[in-house]
């Protein structure tokens, strides 16, 4: 009842626009601002990156000055004088920025690696919307250490994995400190037109007093980062440049593997190299390929037990699938893991061979042959891209327990993947996007094919939008493989859609949205979906301070209730409500607190693993609190704590995190990441009996992570990171049900139909090392070293005690890789300067 309630006094307050208080005030914070504009000079002759701005070079132009505030005090004038002068010649821009400082003593310089985005350092940013589309943009920032980060804004989205090759110098001085940056044209795309006008923003960091400020002002209540920017004018005769570029590696591998290797030896070996190349087809799109890819240098997985009905997903950690995707992820139907990925029927081979046969090899990866993507966007806002991509066939391989013989069962055939974006932007974040995935196999294997529209309009002050969308999955030809089962089925057609209003900027903020998934909606040969067969309704209101209140920086709040329902047949699923609050008090210092509330029944057609079986769960709620404490401290924390409870079965569950983090000095961070849950009487599917019946297990489960991170980085160009990870989670099973007919649990005894032997208790540990040495000894080029160690125990004896456990776990066979890779960039138009020098 409080669902619709709520719902309808959104929607009506949607359509009608009648904000209550907000409403007197008519939204001033939703309106649009006011451009400051800044003039580009043409360089009488390239700056010299030493830090410190010559007044023969940069004086010519006037700087961009009187920064605003971001956070807090949003809308206030910096409390420090920043000036930042504009330049551009023929082969790039250049920006020199003052950053005068009342106490230079009291700058703070912490090392980072790459891309580590805000350390305890001072920072400085330009951001450039080379085509003024206010939605996408090229941010560079440079901390006052030296250190480099770039990021590729789109829409709303931010790609940190985005990276350019360009130059820049920081310099602490008696007034401050200094930023020189030199930004190539190749490094990012503009219009072919003689007079440019580009959207522009500068950034600055105090870290000291955790001020944030930005020379066009913009504003926390308004929707929208890049569209509060201002414009730089001045930029005339500019041409981009032949944008070829090249980034050879060579490679070399040892991997030692400590377990049976059956008669093979411990040690493998490999040395390659391959190249990834980037050309410009022109000012607006660029062709990427990746030829013969080596991804052993590969960040590992968090592993996890997974005792649900539903695949884990894991990110995806390979550079090429992760740089410049923000086109191709924009629709949600790109899971880049399922290229290259787990060959299709490699958990089928058991089946398909007869029992005089054993399986000897059954790779868990495809072998990805190339990649390739185009993207870019023109000058009206037009986006297109293009990713193609090639595995090659794959075997398990097999052998004849009589002969002794081996033969090959294909496992996955030559496969091709291809994604099509077409995403046009509009006005204050607005959009229309098309997206069509296909998958193409051979060896007469099932294709897929996956098409959605997706679109965005907001209202003229960007204070109300409307989201919508829809996709439709094809699945066709023979061995079609949906959720594991094999359909005899030549076609198998499915539908999603989507409808979201909401209320996007000002302090009061609501929302109402419908989604509804076919059961028969398929996107994992190329996409991620946990379950279709869904129909779900929710609503949510929130009010943010974004100016201090009381003890308080900032406060959020938030109130959220859903619905859910199966799409076929129609069946009631479940309803529940959330509410939370956010606060960031004076001292920097932020707390939260949620609670949850399943009000009734839920019913789970999924757990039983046999469609329409059913399983009731019962009412439950749960609460979380937790705090994080000032990261400029040299000690500093993070810490929660919460739990779930369900009374009908007894069900209890808590939980708690805490992290320290450690600053020893500049160039050393450590930080330690400690989660643990237990789940009394966590009652879940366990298997089939003789008699066919579906059991249910009352288990324990009790799950610890512990992680290690650290860096030092000697400077920044060069350092070492480390990741550890020891994940350890146990189910113990008390007691056994089966499930009835009707949803409920029946008490199940032991006879000769249910011999519970066969429901084991798991002792799961994985443990993983990544050790890495970078070193960028050249603009693009890197040499890298890494160390990786993985180890994966699963057993039927519970271990209870830690240290016992962890020294089974390292005792365990394990795999050791040992890699070296060197990456040369190499740019055209500097390689045709030279040799025509």
């Not at 920025?97 to 690696?113: C, E, N, R, V, W």
């Not at 060069?718 to 989670?729: E, F, Q």
């Amino acid at each position: 009842m409080l669902y619709h309630y709520l719902a309808f006094a959104l929607t009506f307050t949607l359509l009608t626009g009648t904000a209550t208080a907000t409403d007197k005030n008519k939204e001033p914070e939703a309106t649009e601002l006011k451009r400051k504009t800044t003039i580009a000079a043409r360089a009488t002759k390239a700056p010299v990156l030493d830090g410190y701005l010559e007044p023969e070079v940069w004086q010519t132009v006037a700087p961009a000055t009187n920064f605003v505030r971001y956070d807090p005090h949003n809308g206030k004038p910096s409390s420090q004088d920043t000036e930042v002068y504009l330049l551009y010649d023929n082969e790039a821009v250049y920006i020199g920025a003052k950053l005068y400082d009342t106490a230079p003593d009291s700058i703070l310089t912490q090392f980072g690696g790459r891309d580590s985005g805000e350390n305890n350092s001072d920072m400085f940013a330009v951001y450039l919307d080379t085509y003024n589309d206010k939605q996408n943009a090229f941010a560079f920032m440079v901390s006052a250490a030296g250190v480099q980060t770039d990021i590729k804004f789109s829409q709303g989205r931010e790609d940190w994995n985005w990276d350019a090759v360009w130059a820049s110098k920081a310099k602490k001085t008696t007034e401050g400190w200094v930023v020189e940056m030199k930004i190539p044209y190749g490094a990012i795309r503009f219009p072919e037109t003689e007079v440019q006008t580009w959207g522009v923003n500068f950034m600055r960091v105090i870290r000291r007093a955790r001020e944030k400020s930005y020379w066009n002002h913009v504003n926390n209540a308004v929707e929208g980062f890049v569209s509060q920017e201002g414009r730089a004018i001045g930029i005339e005769g500019i041409k981009s440049p032949v944008r070829l570029q090249f980034t050879p590696y060579v490679s070399g591998y040892i991997n030692h593997y400590s377990g049976d290797t059956k008669g093979k030896s411990p040690f493998t070996h490999s040395i390659g190299g391959g190249m990834d190349v980037k050309y410009g087809i022109n000012d607006a799109f660029t062709l990427d390929v990746t030829l013969v890819p080596d991804f052993t240098q590969t960040k590992s997985d968090n592993q996890v037990l997974n005792l649900s009905p539903f695949e884990v997903k894991y990110g995806e950690n390979r550079q090429f699938f992760i740089e410049s995707t923000e086109l191709f992820n924009k629709g949600g139907l790109l899971n880049s893991r399922r290229i290259g990925g787990t060959p299709i029927f490699k958990n089928h081979i058991s089946r398909q061979i007869p029992k005089t046969e054993t399986i000897v090899e059954n790779p868990g990866i495809s072998g990805l042959l190339n990649a390739a993507k185009l993207s870019g966007r023109t000058i009206k806002g037009l986006g297109i891209g293009i990713l193609n991509a090639f595995t090659r066939n794959m075997y398990a391989t097999v052998r004849d327990n009589e002969t002794g013989g081996t033969r090959e069962v294909l496992t996955d055939p030559f496969t091709n993947y291809n994604v099509f974006v077409l995403d046009q932007t509009l006005p204050r974040n607005s959009f229309i996007t098309f997206t069509n995935t296909n998958v193409t196999r051979s060896k007469d294997v099932y294709d897929a094919n996956v098409s959605g529209l997706q679109l965005r309009f907001a209202d003229k002050t960007n204070t109300y939008a409307i989201r919508a969308g829809g996709n439709l999955s094809q699945l066709y030809g023979n061995n079609i493989i949906v959720r594991s089962d094999t359909l005899p089925d030549k076609l198998h057609l499915g539908h999603q859609y989507n409808v979201n209003l909401s209320k996007v900027s000002g302090n009061l903020r609501y929302g109402i949205n419908h989604h509804v998934e076919s059961n028969t909606y398929e996107i994992n040969d190329l996409g991620f979906l946990s379950n279709n067969n869904e129909v779900s309704n929710s609503a949510s209101i929130g009010y943010n301070f974004y100016q201090p209140i009381w003890k308080f920086l900032s406060w959020s709040n938030s109130l959220s209730v859903s619905h859910s329902m199966l799409y076929a047949p129609r069946e009631y699923v479940s309803s529940s409500m959330s509410m939370s609050t956010n606060v960031r008090f004076r001292n920097f210092m932020s707390a939260y607190w949620s609670f949850g509330l399943r009000p009734g029944n839920a019913y789970d057609y999924f757990e039983a693993r046999t469609f329409p079986r059913v399983f009731i769960k019962p009412p439950a709620f749960d609460t979380n609190i937790g705090m994080s404490s000032d990261y400029r401290k040299r000690l500093a924390m993070d810490a929660s704590t919460g739990f779930w409870r369900s009374s009908r079965y007894d069900q209890f569950s808590w939980w708690g995190n805490f992290s320290p983090r450690f600053r020893v000095n500049d160039k050393l961070l450590l930080i330690n990441n400690n989660n643990y849950n237990k789940e009394l009487r966590n009652i879940g599917y366990a298997g089939i009996n003789k008699s066919k019946n579906i059991i249910f297990g009352d288990r324990t489960v009790t799950t610890f992570t512990t992680t290690l991170s650290g860096a030092y980085i000697f400077n920044e160009k060069t350092g070492v990171t480390l990741n550890m990870r020891h994940y350890w989670s146990r189910a113990e099973y008390q007691k056994f049900y089966e499930l009835t007919q009707n949803g409920g649990l029946m008490a199940a005894t032991a006879d000769e139909n249910n011999d519970f032997s066969g429901f084991n208790n798991i002792n799961y540990n994985t443990f993983n090392v990544d050790l890495v040495y970078s070193w960028r000894f050249a603009p693009g080029s890197e040499l890298m070293v890494v160390w990786k160690n993985e180890i994966k125990d699963e057993r039927k004896e519970v271990e209870k005690k830690y240290i016992e456990n962890l020294n089974k776990t390292l005792q365990a066979p394990q795999n050791n890789n040992f890699s070296v890779k060197l990456l040369y960039y190499i740019d055209y138009i500097a390689l045709k300067n030279v040799f025509s020098a």
